[in-house]
DNA sequence: TGTTAGTTTGGGTACGACCAAAGGTGCGGT
DNA sequence: ACCGCACCTTTGGTCGTACCCAAACTAACA
């Protein structure tokens, strides 16, 4: 060890000077859980389907049951698996959602305290994206659900009636994008900006009238599948909105409930 | 429990007919995660101070080891914590990173079998807002990485080689818009594109011509800080990109390696 | 003085036992 | 024959203990 030529061992062999790389020894638990994982992903297992018992699993692996819990544990954060208790429990393979993206964002945001404005940048980019592909890609069933949202707008409630249907509203558009990424990305900016805006009381009749017109026109060009009259609209709306709040506070740092 | 009304007790005291909800009893662990999680989220503990030992942890909560490494595994899936073994080991806080998002992202992509078009829409969303952002925010030091990454597409290495230097300009934007939600999804966007477009070889020289004065062309947009321009040209090159892609490999299914 | 063999502190893994939840089963009553 | 309830079985959740391994510190030894 104190010189890096051969020498001769004790017992007469001849120590070869091997070099081996610094070592990296992989917790027993990440390697069940990334094999699992792969394997959901693959394919291998359907949605919906059970993985065997832990103590299966120990069986199995050789591994201990702490380790397979602790590989399991980690899936089900990751929200690949769905873990029940009781006879006919175990864990249920389920293929990650938009919440599983939803929280990731909402912990960077309050992990770094993401400014209120980059919030708003982030939307003034994927909003009026959305906004175009839903007018190519707009079911009817989309349609209802704007709708809907919108009365629930008219419908003149409490604040917090309004915010969510306000929410409600721009992730249908999202959703009517047919984009799982789009809809997960503003999913999680929706709720973020919910958050933010919730306690700062700028939002009166007017401006819920104002929105509520803003929204009706969107959902018109969507309707009527006229995508550059839906960019244009929604991205001057967006960009209102984001006007107003920054102007009310400014420079404000976020606060967003946990998931 | 037989019947619900009120009922004497054999010790003479009244049963009064207590209603309860269906009882909802949180796992042990989480709750101890969430409250760490709490805590580190609200600054309570600095970036990079240790959390106390696992058994410290279990003397303080009286939970019992198990329970405390799995709350402490949840938060280092999260990436809340850095776990590390030996003496000065423990875990240790860090804020969550863009990387968290895009392994997320990767895992949505994969298990979701998102389309290659939906990436490449949602790229031609958030790109151009990241370059107009850019624009507007861009320091010498982002324009050095600009600088840089075009260099290393103009060097005609292999084809990782120019398409890392590809994700890497791209990447560089979008950290010069110095929006840390936007870096995150394109971080992630990237990554999975990259994979995609890794073993169909479209690309030849031409195509890295072009590749490379797109980028020049709008990397010196964001070095006169015109966003206008920034924008427009991205939005070209992005969408130019697509087309291209698409052609090539129509409805195609995506794969990503795993984070 | 430098090397090396403990020593200490901390995470990683393994068992084994028992609790709790939830579906299934069978016995007894009607 | 049918219904209801007590009991059993399966499967995850928690606990406690023991032991191993990694890393950093310490002290003895050459």
Redesign the pocket.
């Known amino acids: 060890?104190?010189d890096s030529t051969s020498a001769a061992a004790p017992n007469g062999s001849v120590r070869r000077p091997v070099q081996l790389t610094p070592?990296q020894?992989?917790?027993?638990?990440?390697?069940l859980a990334d094999d699992l994982r792969e394997r959901i992903l693959r394919g291998e297992f359907p949605e919906g389907t059970?993985?065997?018992?832990?103590?299966?699993?120990?069986a199995q692996?050789?591994?201990?049951?702490?380790?397979?819990?602790?590989a399991?544990?980690i899936l089900?954060v990751q929200g690949l698996v769905q873990?029940?208790?009781?006879?006919?429990?175990?864990?249920f393979v389920q293929r990650p959602g938009e919440e599983s993206i939803a929280s990731t964002v909402s912990l960077l945001i309050r992990g770094r305290q993401v400014r209120l404005a980059a919030l708003l940048e982030t939307r003034e980019a994927v909003e009026p994206a959305c906004a175009q592909l839903a007018a190519k890609y707009r079911t009817d069933t989309d349609l209802e659900a704007l709708d809907r949202a919108n009365d629930a707008i008219a419908a003149e409630g409490t604040l917090a009636e309004f915010l969510q249907a306000n929410v409600d509203w721009h992730v249908a558009v999202a959703v009517a994008s047919h984009n799982e990424l789009l809809t997960g990305f503003m999913g999680a900016l929706s709720r973020a900006i919910y958050a933010a805006t919730d306690n700062q009381g700028f939002i009166d009749a007017s401006v819920r009238k104002t929105t509520l017109r803003a929204h009706r026109s969107i959902t018109d060009a969507i309707r009527k599948r006229d995508a550059a009259a839906a960019v244009r609209r929604m991205t001057r709306h967006v960009h209102e909105y984001a006007s107003a709040v920054l102007e009310v506070e400014d420079r404000t740092e976020i606060e967003v409930p946990g998931d």
Chains 1, 2 share one sequence.
Request: proline share 7%; charged share 30%.
């Open positions: 060890m104190t070592m020894v992989p917790k027993a638990s990440d390697v059970a993985l065997p018992p832990e103590r299966e699993l120990v692996t050789r591994m201990s049951r702490t380790t397979v819990r602790e399991l544990r089900e873990i029940r208790t009781g006879r006919a429990g175990g864990a």
